[in-house]
C-alpha cells in the first residue's frame, strides 16, 4: 500500500470566493478511476491520500486538479504507508515519525455508534519550532472523520464524532516538513451511562488520560 502526500500546501483563490480546494485523482493502467479524494486548506499545511492494495498491476496516473480559479503550491510524495495497530481501550503506544512530512497510520477496529477519544501525549518535534505534527482521523472508506494538530510540549485530547459504520479506522500523525517525532497515544471509547433526576447516585470513574463520559 502507498500513501500519497502534500506537504506545504499553500492555496491562491484568485478573486474566487468560496473555499479553494483540489480533487487528487488516481486512474488505473486502463484509465478508470481508481480512487479520489478532496483537499482543501482545512488540511494544511499538509494532506495526504491513503491507497488500497493495488490489484492490477501496470502504470497508474495521478492528477491533483484545484478548484475553479484556485492555485495550488506544494510538494508530492508517493512513499509506502507505515502501518501499525492501536487497541480501543488498550495500553499507551509510542508512536515514531522518523521521516519528516511522512504521515504514520495506525489501524483499530471501530463499531458503528461508538464514541471514542485519542489522546495524544509527550509530542517531541525535532526541530522543536519546526511546526505542528497534523492529526487525522479516517472513516474504513478513508475519508477524513476529524482533524486535528498539536506542537512540541504539547497534549492533544482529540473527542470522535460518533462512528457511522463497522470497520477499519485510522489514526494518521504526519510530522512537520523538515522535522522528526514522536508521540505518546491512548484510544479510549468514552463511558456511557444514564443519570436520572432524582433518581439513584451514578457512579464514574475516568480513569484513562483524555477519556470522557457521556451520560
Not at 120 to 128: H, K, L, Y
Amino acid at each position: 500500500k502507498l500513501i500519497i502526500s502534500l506537504s506545504e500546501m499553500s492555496f491562491m483563490p484568485n478573486g474566487y470566493t468560496q473555499t479553494c480546494s483540489a480533487s487528487i485523482n488516481v486512474f488505473k493502467p486502463d484509465g478508470t478511476l481508481f480512487t479520489t479524494s478532496i483537499i482543501s486548506p482545512f488540511y494544511a499545511p499538509s494532506g495526504s491520500l491513503n491507497l488500497a492494495a493495488f490489484t492490477v498491476a501496470g502504470t497508474y496516473t495521478l492528477t491533483i486538479n484545484p478548484s475553479d480559479r484556485c492555485t495550488l503550491v506544494s510538494n508530492v510524495s508517493i512513499k509506502p504507508q507505515a502501518s501499525g495497530t492501536i487497541t480501543v481501550n488498550g495500553s499507551t503506544i509510542s508512536a515514531s515519525m522518523p521521516i519528516a512530512g511522512q504521515p504514520v497510520l495506525y489501524n483499530f477496529a471501530g463499531t458503528s455508534g461508538q464514541y471514542l477519544s485519542l489522546a495524544v501525549t509527550g509530542v517531541a518535534v525535532n526541530p522543536a519550532t519546526a511546526g505542528n505534527v497534523q492529526i487525522r482521523i479516517l472513516n474504513p472508506d478513508t475519508s477524513a472523520l476529524i482533524a486535528s494538530s498539536v506542537g512540541n510540549g504539547i497534549n492533544a485530547f482529540v473527542d470522535f464524532p460518533i462512528l457511522a459504520a463497522t470497520g477499519t479506522y485510522v489514526v494518521e500523525l504526519t510530522p512537520p516538513t523538515g522535522a522528526a517525532a514522536t508521540a505518546n497515544l491512548l484510544l479510549s471509547s468514552v463511558i456511557t451511562g444514564t443519570a436520572t433526576t432524582n433518581g439513584a447516585i451514578l457512579p464514574l470513574a475516568i480513569t484513562r488520560v483524555g477519556q470522557n463520559a457521556r451520560l
